[in-house]
């Protein structure tokens, strides 16, 4: 079957520290991955995507790493910031071209 | 990007009766989902609405109750029947561009069931 999970629910963080979300996938067949950012009473929203032919993407301030041999997902925040504070989503498009979603992360920022 | 409304954002509804959320994109769309998300949970599939023929649900997940509807390309609309309050969930419309893309996502409907 297909799987998307997190390792950790919940990830305390200082403000302007460094912030490391991790996701595990089972499917070897997917090629594409979504990292989705949602705050409270809001939809999800698209932060950042990264396709099975490459190891690393980075945008502003975020960066995915992918890891196709263990099957790894990370989203590396920097310089965390208050407005970060939500949860995170990483998702995995599948052969059908549907979006599924994993567990989810809650990144809390401290002050 | 595509901006997705959805009406109503919140309800409160009593057991046993049907609710119809509807989902306007503000531009043509290949392909339009439909999440639940329970509370404190991450989002699950319900079905892909399909643009003149029947939706195609998910394990789990039935047309007798959550029938859905989608008559056009910028258009759908999922009912909730027969409720109970293990239906109380937010309920997301989702479209995609095309293949291979990343899915946009509307604010969701709160449904809370009495």
């Known amino acids: 079957g297909e799987s998307v999970g997190l390792h950790l629910p919940t990830l305390s963080v200082q403000e302007g520290d460094n912030s490391i979300i991790n996701c595990a996938y089972s499917n070897s067949a997917s090629d594409y991955f979504i990292w989705y950012k949602q705050e409270s009473g809001k939809g999800p929203q698209f932060i950042i995507d990264?396709?099975?032919?490459?190891d690393k993407r980075q945008g502003q301030r975020v960066t995915v790493l992918l890891n196709k041999t263990v099957k790894h997902l990370s989203l590396q925040i920097a310089a965390t910031q208050p407005g970060d504070s939500a949860v995170y989503f990483c998702?995995?498009?599948?052969?059908?071209?549907?979006?599924?979603f994993g567990k989810g992360t809650r990144l809390h920022i401290l002050p | 990007s595509a901006v997705i409304s959805q009406k109503p954002s919140r309800d409160i509804c009593q057991r046993g009766t049907s609710l119809t959320i509807q989902c306007q994109v503000d531009?043509?769309?290949?392909?339009m989902f439909w999440y639940r998300q329970q509370p404190g949970q991450s989002l699950t599939l319900i079905a892909t609405a399909n643009q003149g023929s029947e939706a195609t649900y998910e394990s789990g997940f039935v047309i007798d109750k959550f029938p859905i509807s989608r008559p056009n390309l910028t258009f759908s609309t999922l009912t909730v029947s027969n409720m109970s309050p293990e239906d109380s969930s937010i309920y997301l419309c989702?479209?995609?561009?095309?293949?291979?893309?990343?899915?946009?996502f509307g604010q969701g409907t709160r449904l809370t069931v009495v």
């Open positions: 531009s043509q769309v290949t392909m």
């Open positions: 998702a995995e498009n599948n052969r059908d071209d549907k979006i599924i």
């Open positions: 990264i396709r099975s032919n490459m």
């Open positions: 989702s479209v995609k561009k095309g293949r291979g893309t990343e899915a946009f």
